[in-house]
């Protein structure tokens, strides 16, 4: 499975990004789907996850309630927009795919995708 995200870039604090994740070589409309993102220096942490049907989401406390996972199942595409953007927020955004979301066991990273907040 290869997953590519997109949409990162450059906003001022109080901007919006939307990320994409194009996944290829599986459907992955059968799995919970999850964005991570890795600060230089510091360990790779959650972000937000979203269920199969996406009927179920799930966020880290630092990003409820300004952003938002979705997915289009038809597109094998999972999506974050971020909204109200904070400087503590620039990190490289990753997509995974998870093999068993309840044991948080994942399938595959992207490559990353750069968000650089300016305050």
């Known amino acids: 499975v290869q997953l590519v995200e997109s949409g990162g870039g450059l906003v001022q604090a109080g901007g919006s990004l939307r990320l994409s994740c194009v996944a290829s070589?599986?459907?992955?409309?059968?799995?919970?789907m999850g964005w991570f993102r890795q600060d230089p220096g510091k360990e790779r942490e959650f972000v937000a996850a979203?269920?199969?049907?996406?009927?179920?989401?799930y966020y880290a406390d630092s990003v409820k309630g300004r952003f938002t996972i979705s997915r289009d199942n038809a597109k094998n595409t999972v999506y974050l927009q971020m909204n109200s953007l904070k400087p503590e927020d620039t990190a490289v955004y990753y997509c995974?795919?998870?093999?068993?979301?309840?044991?948080?066991?994942?399938?595959?990273w992207g490559q990353g995708t750069q968000v650089i907040v300016s305050s």
């Open positions: 995974a795919w998870y093999t068993d979301y309840a044991r948080r066991e994942v399938g595959s």
């Open positions: 070589g599986r459907t992955l409309s059968s799995y919970a």
């Open positions: 979203i269920s199969w049907s996406g009927g179920n989401t």
